[in-house]
């Protein structure tokens, strides 16, 4: 019903940058929280960025001044611009949503996409 392809990813050299992109597709009214997760091998994944629909955001730590997440409702879209990229930021990177709301009105509960690689290296 919800669909999420996130777009962006791609090998870059430390202190570079990279902007990570997620639409979500479907019959959707709004969207409550979109976010963006990580997984590096023989890691749990974990929480990058998160931001509700009325713009408050949540970061985790380690990305705090480096990396921005954005939303566009209008085209159901989330964005993170990932700056200073370190080799530790090296993952597949996820997009998630929380609670979507249908047309219908039927709520859909945590879609994630399919990820994208980021590998930062020289």
């Known amino acids: 019903q919800v669909q999420l392809a996130e777009s962006g990813g791609g090998l870059v050299q430390p202190g570079g940058s990279l902007r990570l992109s997620c639409a979500a597709s479907?019959?959707?009214?709004?969207?409550?929280?979109m976010g963006w997760y990580r997984q590096a091998p023989g890691k749990q994944r974990e929480l990058v960025a998160r931001?509700?629909?009325?713009?408050?955001?949540t970061y985790a730590d380690s990305v705090k001044g480096r990396f921005t997440i954005s939303r566009d409702n209008a085209k159901n879209t989330v964005y993170l611009q990932m700056n200073s990229l370190e080799p530790e930021d090296t993952a597949v990177y996820y997009c998630?949503?929380?609670?979507?709301?249908?047309?219908?009105?039927?709520?859909?509960?945590?879609?994630w996409g399919p990820g994208t690689q980021v590998t930062v290296s020289l």
């Open positions: 998630n949503t929380d609670i979507v709301i249908m047309s219908s009105g039927q709520p859909v509960f945590e879609t």
């Open positions: 479907g019959n959707i009214a709004t969207i409550n929280g």
């Open positions: 931001i509700n629909n009325h713009g408050t955001t």
